[in-house]
């Protein structure tokens, strides 16, 4: 019976685990967002003062076109995150699942237990 407890133990584990790598793919994101919002900011700033917003005009801003590289790359890494956190909240599903199904058999042994030991006092008694 011990080992349904350890089960429930892992089970649980494994759901705090899937949840903290969904927390931190949140974060990851969010922080990728402020980078690029920054960086568009940047990019607009230096086209103002240049005057230049034609990013295939000869004298467009070297760093508004570095900024804008970054900006894009921020961007796809942005999407590759969303991919891997859509499947980190299915693979928390599944874990939620699997902890349901190993408390509910905990459960049912311990009733099963109670059950037994009851049986056996009012035989004693």
């Known amino acids: 019976m011990k080992s349904r407890e350890n089960l429930v133990r892992l089970k649980q584990f494994q759901v705090n685990e899937k949840?903290?790598?969904l927390l931190q793919?949140?974060?990851m994101?969010?922080?990728f967002e402020r980078m690029?919002?920054?960086l568009e900011l940047q990019i607009t700033a230096e086209e103002k003062k240049a005057g230049i917003t034609d990013i295939n005009h000869f004298a467009y801003p070297t760093f508004a076109k570095a900024?804008?590289?970054?900006?894009?790359?921020?961007?796809?890494?942005q999407s590759d995150l969303a991919q891997q956190r859509s499947i980190a909240e299915s693979l928390l599903g599944?874990?939620?699942a699997e902890l349901s199904k190993a408390e509910m058999l905990e459960s049912r042994d311990t009733k099963i237990r109670e059950a037994e030991?009851?049986?056996r006092s009012a035989m004693i008694g």
């Open 67 to 77: 900024a804008r590289l970054r900006r894009d790359n921020l961007r796809n890494s």
């Open 19 to 21: 949840r903290r790598q």
């Open 94 to 96: 599944e874990a939620e």
């Open 25 to 27: 793919l949140d974060m």
């Open 36 to 38: 690029a919002v920054e």
């Open 29 to 31: 994101i969010a922080e």
């Open 117 to 119: 030991t009851g049986t």
